[in-house]
């Protein structure tokens, strides 16, 4: 019976090494690599400091817009230039697990349904890790308190201590940052004011979809409508556009978004409203005011003048903070005068084909805006241009520094960090792949997508049947279109080649571009004397 029990534990032994889960591949020539997430991209804990009990307020379901309202929002202190949490018993703490990656993958793990809305890097992690990157060892990542400004001294210091670690914990390796949305002038402000340190540390630094002369559109409507950092059904889940609202009006980092006054923009973004006016006679004329960027202050000073929250059952007026502003355009004076060490190499990927809002109007020519104070009834109009639908493409591109290489990708700017387009072009400036024949400066990517390949024998004849399909991304729509007949139809181009004892045909149909996509299809045929 003993020897039977042997067997019986050997083989279930030997069965549990079967199916245990092959170990990942790691690569060990891969340098260090660093995320940097974007606004409302770290998930933030809320610390009682009297029980020390902490609790996630950002991103969760249950009792969100409750426990976002009483710990997360804030006032701003224009003498440490930090924003303080109005609950005096409340720290703001982003989680350090799985050496900070879980603070950026899913920002609400325990969401069963609909996760996937919730998905920051998670995507960009999964297919780091299938390359060969290792957490804690060469995969990293930087939460931090979003609500902050991207100089604050706090922050600017942790990412400081991060980057030591790393460097450490890699063997000296230097480091690959990659940032997405505003971790872009996260990072830029680092470099300014940290230069000596940034150069010691990094090696690249990848910024994707960064806002470096402001997403106007975005700031605009937030600060009049608020936001919802998700679109959908998932959203009713979420905190509600005015909640946020009321974080925003007193969060540093969101002035830090506003265009820039000093960019020259091929298209100006302006604040539009439908008004009347009285004329001296007594009649009165509906017309559409334009103001540009910096009149647009004084509307938001008249529109949130009475803006009040209530606290505790006190109410709490929340204006436009001119302070917070004067803060802000400091910080653009920092951010203009970054520029690159010479050892580091700054690559920029920027999304396109995308409507973005740019413009924004309020009212028309029934209902005009009567009272700037009923601004945030009013559901805004955008004029809008190319970009990843938050991001005007012409202001991620200008990044004001020298740059190894800028690559527009059609992608939305939270979805782009998904795009297999962008995996590939990382994983050629990373390294992180060995095709001497790929170049990413090229204006499209080719992606298999269908391969078919069948051989039967009848008759003393072998006949071979392929099918092949690829997509080919593009943000040069000129150049594919002229491959494309008039009518929009797609080409079919047919070719026959024989020889003794062979023949074979192939036909290639290029399909018309479709959102940066143009699809093509190989379908070929051989048919051979058997030997």
């Not at 091929?266 to 009347?276: G, I, N, V």
């Not at 509307?299 to 917070?324: R, V």
């Amino acid at each position: 019976m003993t020897i039977l029990l042997d067997e019986i534990v050997q083989s279930l032994e030997l069965w549990l090494k079967m199916i245990r889960k092959p170990q990942p591949y790691v690569d060990p020539n891969l340098d260090p690599v660093l995320l940097v997430p974007g606004i409302a991209g770290s998930v933030l804990n809320a610390v009682d400091e009297e029980t020390g009990k902490e609790e996630r307020v950002w991103v969760r379901i249950l009792g969100a817009d409750y426990a976002f309202r009483t710990k997360l929002w804030s006032r701003f202190d224009p003498t440490t230039g930090k924003t303080e949490s109005l609950d005096p018993k409340t720290k703001i703490v982003v989680p350090e697990d799985r050496s900070g990656l879980h603070a950026i993958d899913a920002l609400d793990p325990d969401l069963v349904f609909g996760q996937e809305a919730v998905y920051y890097f998670h995507d960009m992690i999964v297919e780091f890790i299938k390359w060969g990157y290792q957490e804690g060892k060469t995969l990293f990542g930087f939460g931090y308190d979003f609500r902050q400004s991207n100089r604050l001294k706090e922050t600017l210091d942790r990412l400081a201590a991060k980057l030591e670690e790393i460097y450490n914990a890699s063997g000296g390796k230097k480091i690959n940052i990659i940032s997405h949305s505003m971790g872009g002038l996260l990072v830029k402000c680092f470099m300014c004011l940290h230069s000596d340190v940034f150069e010691k540390y990094v090696k690249n630094w990848i910024a994707i979809a960064a806002p470096f002369q402001g997403a106007p559109g975005y700031v605009t409507s937030t600060f009049l409508n608020g936001m919802s950092f998700v679109d959908g059904w998932e959203s009713n889940f979420f905190i509600s556009k005015w909640s946020f609202h009321q974080l925003l009006i007193e969060c540093p980092s969101v002035y830090e978004l506003m265009a820039c006054l000093d960019f020259q923009w091929e298209h100006k973004p302006l604040l539009e409203m439908w008004r009347e006016r009285l004329h001296a006679d007594g009649n009165s004329q509906i017309i559409l005011e334009s103001y540009p960027l910096a009149e647009s202050v004084d509307i938001f000073k008249g529109a949130l003048a009475n803006n009040t929250f209530n606290y505790n059952g006190e109410d709490i007026p929340l204006p436009y903070n001119m302070e917070i502003l004067r803060w802000a355009n400091e910080t653009r004076d920092i951010l203009s005068r970054a520029k690159v060490p010479p050892q580091v190499k700054f690559y920029n990927i920027y999304g396109v084909n995308l409507e973005t809002p740019h413009t924004v109007c309020y009212g028309d020519e029934q209902t005009p805006v009567t009272d700037l104070q009923q601004l945030r009834y009013f559901q805004p109009r955008y004029v809008c241009v190319d970009g990843d639908g938050t991001v005007p493409a012409e202001s991620a591109m200008a990044d004001g520094l020298r740059a190894e290489a800028r690559v527009g990708v059609p992608g939305e700017h939270r979805g782009i960090l998904c795009e297999h387009h962008v995996f590939r072009i990382l994983k050629h400036w990373l390294k992180a792949d060995h095709d001497p024949y790929y170049n990413p400066l090229n204006d499209y990517v080719v992606l298999p997508t269908a391969f078919e390949m069948e051989k039967h024998k009848e008759k003393g004849f072998e006949v071979t049947s392929l099918k092949e399909e690829w997509e080919i991304i593009t943000d040069n729509q000129d150049d594919n279109h002229k491959n494309i007949a008039a009518d929009g139809n797609p080409m079919v181009s047919s070719i026959s080649v024989s020889q003794e004892g062979a023949e074979a045909c192939a036909t290639v149909t290029v399909y018309p571009q479709n959102e940066g996509k143009q699809h093509v299809e190989l379908n070929a045929v051989s048919v051979s004397v058997d030997a």
